[in-house]
């Protein structure tokens, strides 16, 4: 048992996973049959959502893992210690400069003699996070790691690659689904000429295959310039997030309206978007999510609590995301991390000062439980509130900008109307 096997797994399960219960309605696993047994592992997983992609692989997947994180976020000796101590080892990047790109020698000799332990190493391939639902270009850095993993052990390892795909029915908020797709795994083994042939060649055929496995298993826009249209008709749009988190489904609807996308469509798909990221106004809100009014009515009065309870702990992670942070990839980890300490915090402190005016120790144990049992309940809330604010946002619109308003609502209009007409036979498939 490596020193500090009991604190991983401290973090790893008592505190994360039990954490991402609360915070995603939803953790859907298919495929985990895919998982190599006993053989060294490499896991290959598209990075879309920050550290929260990291967070959800390790929860999700069995055995005593390291990961590889950009050397960036080493930079306090603290953060150093503590980063190491999860399990994590600094890769550097050209970014990070010339000379410190050397160091990557010695974490890649690391990664060989944990994989040669049977030690599953995660590495990110696409080597950047974009929230973007598709997979990017992918690096070479895992290829070298498996390469001279087999090379050193003389072809004896039966190193398997295993590609994952995160799914994600909204990036950066709590309280949705995350459906985690892993792909069937690649053999080395199934390399050992093609490298003795041709090491380059051999290192661009295995990035290859990993890219195409896990654009499988993921919704994958694969023409950029049909991003924004793509964006609108199959997330923005639909009702029924689980169409779009269901890579098989998905993809099917991607190539068929790829087909049919005229560049008028493409062009309202970007000024839709434009406008959207400008104004802060949802286009789900407008038209794409189903409300549950009548839910909504039988749960105000917890609703109401849920609000009143954590609004106050609820304000530094906001104040963050909107004042300081530009990448919003970010959003669900801050929610995630301030969420996980400063609401236990307030709800003790309110606790505290209950128990100090007096009030009956049952009633302070009653208050905690219904504080646990309800904070599912705040991101509905609070949802309540954020709608009415962007209504009131639209209206500002089409009083100061009438010509903008009515280009976003007639574009959503055409769009949902080429939606309708293309996807009606599919959505029964």
């Not at 944990?114 to 590495?123: E, F, Q, W």
């Not at 407008?286 to 749960?299: A, T």
């Not at 609590?305 to 980890?333: C, E, G, V």
């Not at 991101?379 to 619109?397: G, M």
């Amino acid at each position: 048992m490596r020193k500090n096997y009991l604190w991983y797994n401290f973090w790893r399960l008592a505190i994360t996973k039990l954490g991402l219960f609360f915070f995603y309605t939803k953790i859907e696993i298919i495929g985990k049959e895919n998982i190599p047994k006993n053989k060294p592992v490499i896991i290959l997983p598209n990075h879309q959502n920050s550290f929260m992609d990291a967070l959800l692989i390790t929860t999700n997947t069995p055995g005593f893992m390291f990961f590889l994180t950009r050397a960036r976020a080493f930079s306090s000796p603290f953060m150093n210690w503590y980063l190491r101590s999860l399990n994590m080892l600094p890769v550097y990047r050209v970014r990070d400069g010339l000379s410190s790109v050397t160091k990557n020698n010695e974490i890649f000799k690391l990664c060989r003699e944990y994989l040669k332990k049977n030690y599953p190493i995660l590495v990110f391939p696409e080597a950047n996070h974009d929230l973007k639902r598709r997979i990017r270009p992918l690096s070479k850095g895992f290829t070298r790691i498996a390469f001279e993993t087999e090379v050193e052990n003389n072809w004896e390892m039966d190193l398997q690659l295993l590609p994952i795909g995160l799914n994600y029915s909204d990036h950066r908020r709590s309280r949705n689904s995350v459906r985690i797709v892993f792909g069937k795994p690649i053999s080395m083994k199934d390399y050992k000429q093609k490298y003795e042939l041709n090491e380059r060649n051999a290192a661009n055929e295995l990035k290859n295959a990993v890219s195409e496995e896990m654009k499988k298993l993921v919704m994958h826009v694969p023409n950029l310039d049909h991003y924004p249209a793509m964006q609108v008709l199959l997330t923005e749009l639909e009702h029924d997030v689980h169409q779009y988190i269901d890579p098989d489904k998905v993809n099917f609807k991607v190539k068929k309206i790829s087909d049919l996308l005229t560049p008028e469509l493409i062009q309202t798909g970007k000024e839709i978007v434009d406008i959207s990221n400008t104004y802060d106004i949802s286009i789900k809100t407008i038209h794409g999510r189903n409300k549950p009014w009548l839910l909504w009515m039988l749960l105000f009065p917890i609703y109401v609590f849920s609000w009143l309870n954590n609004i106050l702990p609820y304000q530094p992670a906001r104040r963050i995301i909107q004042n300081k942070i530009k990448d919003h990839a970010f959003d669900a980890a801050i929610k995630f991390l301030l969420g996980l300490s400063l609401f236990p915090v307030f709800w003790f402190f309110v606790s505290l000062l209950l128990y100090l005016i007096g009030l009956p120790v049952t009633y302070i144990f009653g208050y905690l439980i219904l504080s646990v049992v309800s904070c599912v309940n705040f991101k509905n809330a609070n949802l309540i509130f954020r709608e009415a604010s962007t209504k009131k946002r639209l209206k500002i619109l089409k009083r100061d900008h009438p010509e903008i308003y009515t280009t976003f609502v007639n574009g959503i209009k055409r769009l949902n109307e080429f939606r309708t007409n293309v996807l009606s036979s599919v959505n029964s498939k």
